[in-house]
């Protein structure tokens, strides 16, 4: 396990999510469509959204702990 890495899996039978992203260092939100996988990474068209915005970053991960 990574420190400082919060992975968070939805219990079984809750509603499906379809959502990659994460906030790194409380500045940087990154959002897309993109599996974490070689597939996904090198032969599919997806979409990758960074933003940097410490109120973004803030306002995902505070969404993230109440899910």
């Known amino acids: 396990m990574t ?16 959502l990659k992203s994460f906030e790194i260092d409380g500045a940087l939100l990154r959002t897309g469509s993109a599996n974490f ?19 973004a970053a803030a306002d995902f991960k505070r969404t993230f702990e109440i899910i």
Do not use: W
């Open 3 to 18: 420190p400082d890495v919060a992975i968070k899996i939805k219990p079984k039978g809750a509603p499906l999510m379809h």
């Open 37 to 55: 996988s070689a597939s996904g990474e090198k032969r599919q068209d997806n979409d990758l959204v960074i933003v940097k915005s410490f109120a």
